[in-house]
């Protein structure tokens, strides 16, 4: 046992780790004898207390970016909320009690770190790092790093700007129903149009689409109106940019962009958790989690076969976490 100020540190702890690439739900085990991990003089060690799962994590798992990766054994998970336990020599933002979030691997596919959030503790840079905001639960914060970051880093990139109209496609999953968020809220859209399958419809409009366009019974690229700005949740690049105005963006984060459409990987920051923490705690943004969003620790296969059907509603969330 290791120990900083009043907090004890198990020096061996709880993680799910894949020792070789396949299927999550078949190469995923629960392992009680993983060394806690050591930090950096950069890192924190955080108290994982919710961990969020994106597709990435699953994709990573079935070798999508094998070539960049590490090599296994990996504990998967990109997004945490917790609990500071101890800091190293140059942390200069955190102390140890913090509640902190955020998206814990800078580069997504760039040899993302070994050891993930789906485990008792995370080893962190704090300039990945963000205070909780006070009114989000740790589920709630967990939810949202590496969705909103790159919605947010799409709409600068589309470069987003009040009075612009947008087409968000995949308006329903984490990424989409924070960027029909963001874009309304933050950067002033004047117009935000949204798809989803038909179930969905209500909840785009509640997340403040103005319209709100059921891919199951028409084409967003067939519609007369166009947009400024195209965002591709989904990998519908092609037709992406039929439903862009002459001159305007399209930001694709799924599937291979076809030009003019540009492809982006997210690039993790704090800084931008912190710049959108007053619209949270404003509940101008909120979380959006899935209804049979939340898994107990020892349920994270289940919650990898749920995000896997790809029909989520905003966001998995892993808790509690022992
Ligand atoms: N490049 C990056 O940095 C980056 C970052 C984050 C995510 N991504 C990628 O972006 C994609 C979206 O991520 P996510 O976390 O938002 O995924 P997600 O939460 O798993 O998305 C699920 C949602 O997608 C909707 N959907 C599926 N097919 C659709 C279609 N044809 N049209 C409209 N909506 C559709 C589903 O709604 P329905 O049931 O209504 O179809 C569901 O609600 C994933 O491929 C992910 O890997 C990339």
């Given at each position: ?14 993680a799910w780790v894949y020792a070789e690439r396949g299927?999550p739900?078949?190469v995923l085990k629960?392992d009680?004898?993983v ?22 994590d699953?994709?990573r798992a079935?070798g999508?970016?094998k070539?960049?990766d590490s090599p296994p054994p990996i504990v998967p998970g ?27 691997i ?5 040899h993302p770190k070994q050891h993930g959030?789906v485990a ?203």
């Amino acid at each position: 046992m290791a120990s900083d100020s009043n907090v004890t540190i198990p020096s061996k702890i709880k993680a799910w780790v894949y020792a070789e690439r396949g299927n999550p739900v078949d190469v995923l085990k629960l392992d009680s004898d993983v060394r806690v991990p050591e930090i950096k003089e950069d890192q924190v060690l955080v108290k994982v207390v919710a961990a969020a799962l994106n597709p990435i994590d699953f994709k990573r798992a079935l070798g999508s970016f094998k070539d960049t990766d590490s090599p296994p054994p990996i504990v998967p998970g990109y997004d945490v909320a917790g609990v500071v336990v101890k800091i190293g020599d140059q942390v200069k933002k955190f102390k140890v009690g913090d509640e902190v979030y955020g998206d814990i691997i800078e580069k997504a596919g760039d040899h993302p770190k070994q050891h993930g959030t789906v485990a008792e503790y995370t080893a962190v840079e704090e300039r990945l790092l963000a205070l909780k905001p006070k009114n989000l639960s740790f589920v709630e914060a967990a939810s949202l790093p590496l969705a909103i970051e790159t919605a947010y880093e799409g709409l600068e990139r589309a470069g987003f700007s009040p009075g612009k109209s947008i087409l968000v496609l995949g308006g329903a999953g984490g990424v989409g129903s924070l960027l029909i968020q963001l874009a309304k809220e933050v950067f002033g859209a004047s117009r935000v149009a949204a798809t989803s399958s038909t179930g969905k419809l209500d909840l785009l409009k509640s997340l403040g689409a103005d319209l709100a366009i059921d891919y199951t019974k028409e084409n967003f690229e067939d519609l007369s109106e166009k947009f400024d700005v195209v965002y591709d949740a989904v990998g519908q690049s092609e037709r992406a940019v039929r439903a862009v105005k002459e001159g305007g963006s399209v930001v694709a984060i799924a599937g291979a962009a076809t030009p003019p459409a540009v492809r982006f990987t997210l690039t993790s920051t704090g800084s931008v958790l912190e710049k959108l923490n007053p619209f949270l705690e404003s509940q101008k943004i909120k979380p959006l989690i899935d209804p049979k969003g939340t898994f107990p620790f020892s349920q994270a296969l289940e919650a990898f076969s749920y995000l896997q059907t790809g029909r989520v509603i905003g966001k998995i969330v892993i808790h509690p976490i022992p």
